[in-house]
Nanobody
């Protein structure tokens, strides 16, 4: 499954962005999707995940209430709506897919898109 992430950019504190993750394979609908980020000098961290059907989602406390993950299996696309962005959200954001149960553990994902840069200035 090839994934194409897009939608990053440079914004101000409090602004919003919506990232998209487009898949090339209709098997996308059978996979859980995760969004991850990695800032310079820091470990990759999971910021959201969603089950294959989309009924379940999970977020770490750092983004809960500000980020929303969703998916449109008919379009083989997942989204990450990011509201009230903060400078600490600055990172390269990646989407990834895996068979089976969703998780925020990045090392359990099989397919990765290229990253998209998000920069939040104060």
């Amino acid at each position: 499954v090839q994934l194409q992430a897009s939608g990053g950019g440079s914004v101000q504190t409090g602004d919003l962005l919506r990232l998209s993750c487009a898949a090339s394979d209709p098997r996308f609908k059978d996979y859980a999707v995760g969004w991850f980020r990695q800032a310079p000098g820091k470990e990759r961290e999971g910021v959201s995940c969603i089950s294959s059907i989309g009924g379940r989602t999970h977020y770490p406390d750092s983004v809960k209430g500000r980020f929303t993950i969703s998916r449109d299996n008919a379009k083989s696309t997942a989204y990450l709506q990011m509201n009230n962005l903060k400078p600490e959200d600055t990172a390269v954001y990646y989407c990834a897919t895996k068979a089976g149960t969703m998780t925020l553990r990045w090392d359990e994902y099989d397919y990765w898109g290229q990253g998209t840069q998000v920069t939040v200035s104060s």
